[in-house]
């Protein structure tokens, strides 16, 4: 092997000395260009020469550490390290076929980020080599590599006008006095049949809170049903156990809370948004976790902490010990962001989805990863949770398992298979892209009539009543979060996506993205012409661009407001394309065809459609 020059480094684990070994930084194509140069670069961890690992990562059960650290950080190497001999530095030998062997990374003390050394297999036989790559949170890999050695990826859930709508007293008093007020002043009697409706089922649930409040019981059915005490952690009273009086009617999606037991006032009536259930058993299907569960909400804490417990009461997706931690309060004024959910690193946000029923109040490098749903609305339009085939969250547990689906596919499938090519003498830039969540949703608000009255209170209303705060004011007024610590945030906005990765699923077809026809097309012809297409999509502003690669080269390109729209025109745009490569083709042979041809790609829609039956369902 000609050996190329660098920085002579001593290696240590702990105190124990394994070896010398040289150090090469970037660029490394340079490293036997400029010796001089190379001496002269400011030397990562400091000025003493030496690199000291301070212990190994956990054992990866199937995942190379090198795949784990390209997911989370993509392209992070700063160093490369290879032992001077193998002879007389045995000890870093055998520190290197173990961590090459049991696939663990070594971590290094000192400096800002995290680094890690990983063993790099290479074209020359019996030559110990690292790479050094760098992760910015303490923690994140060891998080990241359990979840992907399990398969698992982050949900982050929103409660209010997403899984539930809670009223008090006072809320349900100032919507009644509000929609009688309209009625009054209608003159449609359809608008005034509608109101009247929505009027009733608002009395009759205030009913029975305030038989709730005064008695500790509601009459129904003609029984009376009492409180049964379940115990809760309460946020307020220094995360003690408290007993919380509750009766639930299953029945009705319907519990009945008090936020502080001491004091009625705090009593809150719940709906649950239907087919809760079965998105819950999805999450935790036959005792095997399939995403970790967090709640990122603007809601009061004591009631944030309440709301979930009636959503999760045997604390199946969120273990008790880890529920303080996972359930995120979001300040007033400020917008969600991911990166505070998992401020600890517990996850990477590329590996995490949203359900929320508001886009706009993510942070913008976030949007892509929030799968939007319509709000719930049990007052306005209860009809809308059964007008559909498909309820709501049934929707939303269809694209978990196909976001889940897609993500894991692609990293088993493509990027380990790439990542086992990559040798200690690969560039850089050979590394392969790492799947995102954002790659296989499509992210876009959900465009229904907003009920005239919010049906539900925020959590503020309940705040106020248990410590007597004044009101923090409209959470929808935010501002921007301070920049990501995560470096890749901004390049992660381009990632390039298989054409059926968007609707494929673990489980069958996902029933929210049907592909269009022309999206359909183009993967027919690519699979008969034993071939590939993907879309390529970037987010900016609020608007997204998609670009159509049929065996790598770029046919065509689409702009639009939400990322289907873009890949539809991106899509047409390719076939258009394609039927002009094919024109310009078979002309001389044939002698010309239509000129027309290309206006409406008819040539291939008549000779894929035929056969759509057979077509591979997307």
Same mark, same amino acid.
């Given at each position: /092997? ?35 140069q ?10 003493s020469?030496?690199? #000291? ?16 650290? +390209?997911?989370?950080?993509p ?14 530095h ?18 290094l ?33 060891g998080?990241?590599l359990? /979840? ?23 809320s ?22 509608? /109101? ?43 995360? +003690?156990?408290?007993? #919380? ?34 998105? %819950? ?5 036959k ?14 804490r ?36 991911l ?39 049990p ?8 007008a ?28 380990? #298979? ?46 106020? #009543?248990?410590?007597g ?8 007024? /935010? ?12 390049a992660?906005?381009t990632?390039?996506t298989?054409?059926?990765r968007?609707a ?20 027919e ?38 990322r ?11 076939? %258009? ?42």
């Open positions: /092997m000609n050996r190329m020059a660098g920085i002579s480094t001593k290696v240590y684990h702990g105190d124990v000395f394994l070896g010398e070994a040289e150090m090469f930084l970037p660029p490394f194509k340079d490293q036997n260009q400029n010796q001089n190379t001496q002269n670069q400011n030397f990562p961890l400091g000025n020469r030496e690199i #000291r690992i301070s212990h190994l990562s956990p054992q990866s059960e199937r995942c190379p550490p090198l795949s784990i650290l +390209q997911t989370i950080s392209f992070a190497v700063r160093f490369k390290l290879q032992a001077k001999s193998i002879t007389t045995p000890l870093l030998h055998r520190f290197y076929l173990s961590c090459f062997q049991e696939y663990k990374s070594a971590v003390v000192g400096g800002e980020e995290e680094l890690h050394l990983v063993a790099m297999p290479s074209k020359v036989e019996k030559v110990s080599c690292f790479w050094c790559c760098a992760v910015q949170q303490p923690g994140l890999y998080s990241c359990f /979840m992907l050695n399990t398969r698992c990826l982050s949900i982050v859930f929103d409660l209010d006008e997403t899984l539930i709508v809670a009223n008090t007293m006072k349900f008093e100032d919507k009644i006095d509000a929609l009688s007020r309209k009625i009054d002043a209608e003159d449609d009697h359809l608008r005034v049949s509608g /109101m009247s409706a929505e009027l009733k089922r608002y009395i009759e649930d205030r009913d029975l809170l305030r038989q709730f409040v005064e008695t500790d019981s509601v009459a129904l059915d003609s029984s009376k049903l009492p409180v049964q005490h379940e115990e809760a952690l309460s946020a307020i009273q220094d995360q +003690q156990r408290i007993l #919380r009086p509750v009766i639930r009617l299953p029945d009705k999606n319907v519990v009945l809370t008090r936020i502080n037991p001491e004091i009625r006032d705090t009593s809150v009536f719940v709906r649950l948004r239907p087919a809760w259930e079965d998105l %819950r058993s999805y999450l935790t299907a005792g095997r976790k399939r995403f970790e569960v967090y709640v990122c909400t603007m809601a009061e004591d009631y944030a902490l309440e709301m979930w417990r009636l959503l999760d009461p045997e604390s199946r997706l969120i273990n008790s010990k880890e529920l303080l931690d996972r359930v995120v309060c979001v300040k007033p004024g400020l917008k969600k962001s990166q505070t959910v998992f401020r600890e690193g517990v996850c990477h946000p590329k590996m995490a989805m949203v359900i929320d029923d508001r886009l706009q109040v993510w942070d913008e490098k976030d949007q892509p990863r929030v799968h939007v749903v319509p709000a719930f609305t007052y306005y339009a209860p009809q809308a949770e059964t559909n085939a498909v309820p709501v969250l049934c929707v939303a547990r269809n694209v978990a398992c196909n976001v889940r689906g897609g993500f894991f596919r692609e990293f088993d499938e493509t990027m380990l #298979r790439k990542i086992f090519e990559v040798c200690y003498e690969s560039d850089v830039t050979d590394l392969p892209y790492s799947p995102d969540v954002s790659d296989y949703l499509l992210s876009e608000e959900y465009n229904s009539k907003d009920p005239p009255i919010p049906e539900g209170i925020n959590g503020a209303e309940v705040d106020r #009543r248990i410590n705060l004044a009101n923090h004011g409209d959470d929808r007024q /935010m501002q921007p979060l301070a920049a990501s610590p995560y470096p890749d945030d901004e992660a906005a990632r390039t298989t054409g059926n968007i494929q699923s673990e489980g069958g077809s996902h029933a929210g993205a049907v592909p269009s026809l022309s999206i359909t097309v183009l993967q012809i690519a699979r008969r012409c034993d071939s590939k297409v993907e879309f390529r999509s970037t987010v900016k502003n609020l608007q997204f661009s998609v670009e159509v690669l049929f065996s790598n080269d770029k046919i065509g390109i689409g702009m639009g407001k939400t289907e729209e873009a890949q539809l025109q991106a899509a047409e745009h390719a076939l %258009r394309n394609l039927a002009s490569y094919y024109l310009s083709y078979v002309a001389p042979i044939s002698g010309g065809l239509r000129n027309d041809l290309d206006k409406s790609s008819n040539g291939f829609l008549e000779d894929a459609t035929t056969s759509h039956d057979h077509l591979p369902k997307s």
